[in-house]
């Protein structure tokens, strides 16, 4: 099981990977995770990354690749794995077809407000990067990762004067990659605009059908 989520920053496709790894038993690989481990490390690399990443811009795509297939190589991933925010230009996605084949493409959709208000109420622990809300999914104490116990705190691209240039790059850049992965037959519409807390159950249950072969489409979640 090879799947690959896409859709606008904040949608939340980070927050429903984290859920559908531990029920698919397969990981949950983030462009973005990746890459800001790397700019932890401090290097030369990591500079240059996070300098890109402060501005909302997108990095190379072969160093992208280059992260992408080191990660999806190993062992964890034999039986598959979920890519979260890769492949985000149509040279990545032709790149990564010639790696490997994805089985299903979901593409997650919101309303605009439901993406501003995710994305500038996000916040994440500095650590093992578990997503939270700062309204919608708190941690159990404040300010701290019920998973590591590291830090939370609000990422510097989810601050206003970032958030702008990434949903612009997102559609100058990303969107079109819909009608890439619609074009092979691999995509699917989910829509999603409640709090995650309060449709969990339906949003995996729906999920896992559609996966096992059993619906043809994911209903709504409004
Ligand atoms: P994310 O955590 O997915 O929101 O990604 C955060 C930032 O990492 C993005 O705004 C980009 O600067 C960078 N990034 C993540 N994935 C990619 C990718 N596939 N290609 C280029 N840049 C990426």
New binding site residues.
């Given amino acids: 099981m090879k799947l690959l989520f896409l859709g606008s ?1 904040g949608v939340g ?2 927050t429903y990977a984290q859920v559908l790894k531990e029920e698919l038993h397969i990981p949950h690989i ?7 481990d790397e700019a932890k490390k401090g290097t030369e690399l990591g500079k240059q ?1 996070e300098k ?2 402060k501005v ?6 072969k160093l ?1 690749l280059d992260i ?1 297939k080191e990660r999806i190589t190993q062992k964890d991933c034999k039986n598959g794995f979920i890519l ?6 149509t040279k ?1 996605a032709e790149m990564l077809s010639e790696m490997t084949d994805i089985s299903h493409v979901l593409n997650f959709k919101a309303d605009d407000e439901v993406i501003i208000e995710r994305l500038s109420g996000r916040i994440v622990c500095r650590q093992c990067q578990k997503i939270y809300h700062k309204k919608n999914l708190k941690p159990k104490v404040d300010g701290t990762c019920d998973n590591c116990e590291g830090e939370i705190y609000q ?1 510097e ?1 989810d601050k206003p004067h ?1 958030i702008k240039n ?1 949903l612009e ?1 997102y559609q100058q850049k990303t969107a079109p990659l819909i009608d890439h992965y619609k074009g092979k037959g691999l995509l699917i519409e989910v829509v999603i605009n409640k709090p995650f807390e309060q449709v969990k159950d339906t949003f995996i249950g729906s999920i896992k059908s559609y996966l096992e072969g059993k619906t043809e489409q994911i209903p709504d979640i409004k």
């Fill in positions: 920053p496709k980070g983030s462009g973005g995770d990746l890459l800001r990354v890109i990443m909302g811009g997108l990095v190379d795509d992208m992408i979260d925010g890769f492949p985000r230009t990545q990422r691209d970032a990434r790059v």
